[in-house]
């Protein structure tokens, strides 16, 4: 079955750009939506952007001017880049695939399939 | 942006017996399709967030019926009948009604 496996560096020093890959193994990303989520310690999730295949992507407003989202065919990945990181960034990042509802006909996205996560410590 | 409230924040449930956690958003979820755009997750103890409803009551695949969700507009409501020790872990609802994307504080349910 198709499984998610995020990977970077678990440290990043403040106002540098923190960097995760995400690898999809036994399924194509091409399709669906991909998406990375992050979980400040002890805290809640957030959203942070989204991609489809074709290259269409969606930010979160308040992260929008710092992240890139970016996709690579060839090797089955997706990728998160934030830049000028600070503390407020420490947190557990997932990625996540949108898949959509198949149960109506009109178009509707939610996370069915999630990485475990990786811990970035700004610091 | 759309703001998600739950209630409570935490859950001490007996197992056998009913839970159910309240979430609140600050604008209405309901389209004009007549389905309101919410999801519920859970995350159990050291593990990724799960789908167990969306479009407000929609169970995804492989959830059990024992989980149910209702609501529309702003209130709505998981309803776990007869809890079992594997549903414990922190549930969160998620709107999509509005970009972006956002999730409640998370209600975090514990065996008695």
């Known amino acids: 079955q198709v499984q998610l496996q995020e990977s970077g560096p678990g440290l990043v020093k403040p106002s540098e750009t923190l960097s995760l890959t995400c690898t999809v193994s036994?399924?194509?990303?091409?399709?669906?939506?991909w998406a990375w989520l992050r979980q400040p310690p002890g805290k809640g999730l957030e959203w942070i952007a989204y991609i489809y295949y074709s290259g269409t992507t969606n930010y979160m407003p308040s992260l929008k001017s710092r992240v890139t989202i970016s996709l690579d065919t060839s090797k089955n990945q997706f990728s998160l880049k934030m830049s000028s990181v600070t503390a407020a960034d420490t947190a557990v990042y997932y990625c996540?695939?949108?898949?959509?509802?198949?149960?109506?006909?009109?178009?509707?996205?939610?996370?069915?399939?999630w990485g475990r996560g990786t811990l970035v410590t700004v610091s | 942006d759309i703001v998600m409230t739950q209630s409570p924040l935490s859950l001490p449930v007996t197992p056998g017996e009913s839970a159910s956690i309240s979430c609140r958003s600050s604008?209405?979820?309901?389209?004009?399709?007549?389905?309101?755009?919410l999801d519920w997750y859970l995350q159990k103890p050291g593990q990724s967030p799960q789908v167990l409803i969306y479009l407000g009551s929609i169970r995804a695949s492989g959830v059990p019926d024992r989980f149910s969700g209702s609501g529309s507009g702003t209130d709505f409501t998981l309803k776990i009948s007869r809890v079992e020790a594997e549903d414990v872990g922190v549930y969160y609802c998620?709107?999509?009604?509005?970009?972006?994307?956002?999730f409640g504080q998370g209600t975090k349910v514990e065996i008695k």
């Open positions: 604008q209405s979820l309901l389209r004009s399709n007549g389905y309101n755009y």
């Open positions: 998620m709107q999509l009604e509005q970009a972006p994307r956002t």
């Open positions: 996540a695939r949108l898949n959509g509802a198949t149960t109506v006909t009109f178009p509707y996205h939610y996370f069915d399939l």
């Open positions: 036994g399924g194509s990303i091409t399709s669906s939506y």
